[in-house]
DNA sequence: AATGAATGAGTTTTCATTCAT
DNA sequence: GATGAATGAAAACTCATTCAT
């Protein structure tokens, strides 16, 4: 009757309840994936995923946080010696390979649910304002190097690249498109074109 | 012998349905929007309702047909006189102005849902050949006119564009942005970077 | 604008909707057809098929008269002449061929109405009460006659009987049976022998 | 981690759902009795009752297997020994009592449904081959023995003594006829004169 | 800490019936 | 007489959540 209180237990059946949430989400969407479904997916009882999650709702939020941390691991990954684009590129390319590699992704689910839940939304703006912030710093260091052409504002290119990666990224998602190398080549071309200062 | 049975009753019946069932859609989602209020938002009763719709899953697909004609629709609306890039700004401007004067749009709802239905992704797969094809035509026309870098692959950039215009949508549906004019701003100056040949 | 009311359409206007409900209920049963289906099948609308009827209900229970009509008939037409066995044979010809020739039956939703519904057990018990006093006085007279074993209760007969012919009907109808010719022979054999005063 | 799991609560709530569910089917048919009602004749609620249940449909397939195999029960019940005749009317008498004990039973439903579902009717079609496979085998035994007109062929008059037996319910079930000893006797007498060899 | 049976309000959908034309 | 659009209560079934064990 030794009471091995692990004291790590609840961060591991937080993580279990995570990946089979998520495992569901991605098959079938946040409302169509039911409760039963994730707690044989991640091989418990409800009455235990009830223990570490208030309700489906907080569990969705945490899929969110997750997903939002992994995109800055993603951005962290590119590290910052080298050129801007480059930099850039290797991003594009770790985060486009996280939407190919699953075959399915749960970003277009989690846009939605921003879009109709105000604390989601928050999550994401929150997550969205740190990548705006690194990336318009990250051009406007280039800028002062002579890497990018000084009359672009960096805030506007960091939103506009933004804007493009997801959009590429839900290409992918939803199957417009598949090819995630071609969808890298196409944003290396067009950061290079964008960024770079005329030469004349 | 003689009732007036009026021939257009049916096709006033399925826009008030879609008209009913795309506010609700738009305040709650596909999912969340349940057809109890879908019916009492378009006035009229369950029966009636399912006189002119198989189920909920038809008016959904409907909806998404009536979404991506009106991408059709913009984007005939931006007529073909003139240089690549004005016509392409003004129909980003078109389009742009659609989530915005809605308040909320079904943008981030419709993807999320071509994730997880193969026939929506169809329907959407359709609109968007449709679009690109149209696009990367009037790339190669305005790259024999000189007005577009003739080293740019004209189907890439149709993708990439329409990538950015994507992202930039969902940022507003989101409310991760929400001023559609300096969207409109940044997509004319990444297009004219972009597009336009180098003077050396 | 003559108005040439027709004085028999209402005759003719109940037997159309009772065809159209007839090979309705034929096919799925009197509680799994709708309305709808009846209408459609009869060619005429739901207000159209209203204004000769009261309700569903009413309709099954004209059909229930209908068919226990369709018995008296073919008792009648199994005319008085000759030995009683011979009579009651053709009766289960004539009887055991509408089951057979309709592909599908009436009669097991028929029995099943009438154990949930007094007024249809009423319709069928006054049915059934002729049918036995139809038979019973025959055998009677048989018996007078010396063709019927004189110490059979002509009642308990003509019960027994009825219930030999039933069963074998509701055989053909629920696929039990399938040889209309082959149930004739045994019914044959079994009142002969039933019947007849033993030799001895 | 040890809760008392009761490997035999499924089994018991399943025979108490089929419990509520036959009381509702006997007192208003398959199709008229509801889901709800027969929750609440059970003492459950829907969810729970689905545990069990896939469907309603379900439901009335495992109605109709109980209620073959309880046939089946009745047949065995009445045992070898002895002469046929004794033994199929103590099977009779053993039958009959089940309808009338219940006041009404589901015969007439269960016969009505597989005039409509190919499934119910194989259901169906399954145990009455077995029970015409028994008594023809018993048929033949006795005409071995002498006890039997061994003009009788044993195939043919299986059928017909079951659809005697079959229609005699019937009557019972649909309250055409109430006294169920008077059937057993009116049984007794058919089956003694059509079976038993005539002395000449 | 965990189980999984149970809940019951809620879901989508159907259908007998009515009534304005 | 007839139409067929409309009704809305009720059907079968689901599912997030709870709680006795």
Redesign the pocket.
């Known amino acids: 009757m030794a009471r091995t209180?692990d004291p790590l237990?609840g961060a591991r059946?937080r993580r279990q309840i995570l990946e089979g949430a998520m495992a569901c989400f991605k098959m079938h969407g946040f409302h169509q994936?039911?409760?039963?479904q994730i707690c044989a997916s991640a091989g418990?009882?409800?009455?235990?995923v009830?223990?570490y999650f208030r309700?489906?709702?907080d569990i969705i939020a945490a899929i969110v946080e997750a997903w939002t941390n992994s995109q800055m691991t993603a951005l962290e990954e590119a590290p910052g010696a080298g050129a801007l684009t480059g930099r850039l590129n290797r991003f594009v390319s770790r985060w486009l390979e996280r939407f190919t590699e699953h075959g399915q992704s749960l970003a277009a689910d989690i846009l939605a649910e921003a879009a109709h839940s105000p604390s989601i939304a928050r999550s994401l703006a929150r997550a969205d304002a740190h990548r705006l912030k690194l990336l318009a710093t990250a051009i406007r260091a280039a800028q002062a190097l002579g890497e990018v052409d000084t009359s672009i504002n960096a805030n506007d290119a960091a939103q506009v690249l933004f804007s493009a990666i997801d959009g590429m990224s839900l290409r992918l998602v939803t199957g417009l498109d598949t090819d995630a190398r071609a969808a890298r080549r196409q944003f290396r071309e067009l950061a290079r074109r964008y960024l770079l200062a005329p030469a004349c």
């Open positions: 209180v237990l059946r994936a039911s409760m039963h418990m009882s409800p009455g235990a009830y223990r309700s489906k709702d």
